[in-house]
């Protein structure tokens, strides 16, 4: 299939900020559009609002006086759903509500030709279901943009069980004409983005529920450490814990309450309490005026050990073993003994975490003086680290790994010991969602990394990452994290366990 040709025409239900933002999208890349919206005086209103953020580009100097007028002149208002009959694509951009979604597409399509695909932009509702009272339903397309639409590079082009692959294929290609990066879905609860992003957030949720850490430190552990662009408390204070709250509830209840979508108690308290985020002034944090921002911990400076004794071969030990070199520690290398790659400090062994707890991983092992640390997307990089001790450690193991980060010129945040600590624990259910929505055929491999980095800025895709740290190692924190909690939450794909079988 081909994409939409610039000159076939464009009509866009909904003139909000979705509709009038894939409206600006469809006319940048040269078509006509057909803008129409069931208020009074909106369709009118968008395009003046979008003009006026047209022309401080222009003052910015970041788009052209004519390339302006030509998006507006290409933007036309519709009087009646009748004027939609010279479309080739429709897009309904309008509330997330089934019966009026429904209502909407019947009446487009006593007017659209029989060769108009329709794409319905839903965040969450099913295409099949949509579809259903259709008299062609093999028309219809989950055309999910993301906001801001003309931003946003990620479209996902979603399925229903009766969405015919050539009207979902123009969806795509056009997507694609249109420079953005579209993702083929089929349809299932929260498609692509909004399903294997639900363990960004639970895994904060649960970490504060039990005391591991506070708000600030998560979130300057994910982004100094895991490489986020966010943290996930302050990504739910943006995104309004009641929207972000809802998702996760519609998600849990279309997988029939299984525990891995489980919403978070703490979540519902604050929705309970008016705590919404930003747009209510106050959710994890406060946003009065005025307000100061809270400090993630952060250890004091400490005292370097003798020596720093790397046992193996990586590619995390040499990013580290430079860095401690540069930071003045006496480096030395050797090969792994029995206890695999350790680093060893004074008597001290720092390990990265494998989902056990230091405690019950001292424990399982006989080595007392045992400090974990947390995944980094990228060691030569990362500005802080998160390590946490084992209860048998005597009082200087803390010391002495909190040295050794502080030598490799990161921040040091000790949080309780916690299975899995922060990056990790989330990047083990991340992936472990993305191979899941695989082996369902929600998505391709390939699709569900770009979906998550050009849909919520991942600094890597779930497969990528997955692979960057090793499978096996995915698998055994995830398998570590169900015997500590009991809960099948933390059950492994079977796509993972068949990877890792073929891959060891």
């Known amino acids: 299939m081909a994409a939409l040709a610039r000159d076939r025409v464009v009509g866009v239900v909904g003139a909000g900020t979705m509709g009038i933002g894939i409206a600006q999208v469809a006319a940048t890349a040269g078509h006509r559009v057909k803008l129409i919206d069931a208020r009074a005086g909106a369709v009118d209103a968008a395009i003046a609002a979008l003009g006026k953020s047209l022309d401080g580009l222009v003052t910015k100097g970041k788009m052209t006086q004519d390339k302006r007028d030509g998006i ?6 519709a009087d009646a759903y009748v004027d939609f009959e010279v479309c080739d694509l429709g897009v309904e951009a309008i509330v997330e509500d089934m019966g009026i979604k429904r209502a909407l597409l019947a009446e487009l399509e006593t007017v659209v030709g029989d060769s108009c695909v329709i794409g319905t932009n839903t965040s969450s509702l099913s295409i099949s279901a949509m579809a259903k009272e259709m008299r062609a ?6 055309f ?14 979603v399925s229903g069980l009766a969405t015919d692959p050539a009207a979902a294929q123009i969806a795509f290609d056009t997507a694609a004409a249109w420079g953005k990066a579209p993702v083929h879905a089929t349809s299932t609860p929260g498609f692509v983005v909004n399903r294997c992003a639900r363990p960004f957030y639970a895994e904060a949720l649960r970490l504060i529920v039990e005391r591991a850490a506070d708000p600030a430190t998560i979130d300057a552990v994910m982004r100094e450490c895991g490489g986020f662009r966010m ?23 279309a997988y029939f309450k299984d525990p891995r979508y489980a919403p978070s108690a703490l979540q519902a308290e604050m929705v309970a309490a008016g705590r919404l985020g930003r747009k209510s002034g106050r959710g994890f944090y406060d946003y009065a005026k005025g307000a100061k921002s809270p400090e993630p911990a952060t250890e004091p400076a400490a005292t370097l050990p003798k020596q720093a004794v ?6 995390m030990f040499d990013a580290l073993a430079e860095r401690a070199k540069a930071g003045g520690l006496s480096v030395h290398r050797r090969p792994a003994g029995d206890r695999g790659t350790t680093i060893l400090l004074d008597g001290v062994a720092l390990r990265p975490t494998d989902g056990r707890t230091a405690t019950q991983r001292a424990h ?6 045992l ?7 990228d060691y030569a990089a990362a500005a802080r680290m998160a390590s946490a001790v084992a209860d048998q450690a005597r009082g200087e193991a803390a010391s002495l790994a909190t040295a050794f980060f502080q030598a490799c ?3 040091v945040s000790l949080i309780d010991d916690a299975p899995g600590l922060i990056v990790a624990r989330t990047l083990a259910m991340l992936v472990n969602e993305a191979l899941d929505a695989v082996q369902q055929g929600v998505v391709s491999a390939e699709g569900v990394d770009v979906a998550m980095t050009k849909g919520v800025n991942y600094p890597k895709g779930p497969f990528a990452w997955g692979r960057a740290v090793g499978l096996p190692n995915i698998r055994a924190i995830l398998d570590n994290l169900a015997r500590h909690y009991g809960e099948d939450r933390y059950r492994a794909s079977s796509r993972l366990r068949r990877l890792v079988a073929r891959e060891t």
């Open 72 to 77: 507006l002149a290409r933007l036309e208002p």
């Open 137 to 142: 339903p093999g028309r219809l397309v989950g």
């Open 144 to 157: 999910h943009f993301f906001n801001p639409a003309p931003v946003m590079q990620l479209v996902e082009i």
């Open 231 to 253: 943290g996930p408390c302050e990504l739910m204070d943006l995104i309004g814990h009641d929207v972000n709250f809802a998702v996760t509830n519609a998600v849990y209840d």
């Open 310 to 315: 790397f046992e193996g071969e990586s590619d």
């Open 364 to 369: 399982d092992t006989g080595e007392r003086e």
């Open 371 to 377: 400090v974990l640390h947390d995944v980094a997307l």
């Open 409 to 411: 010129g990161m921040k």
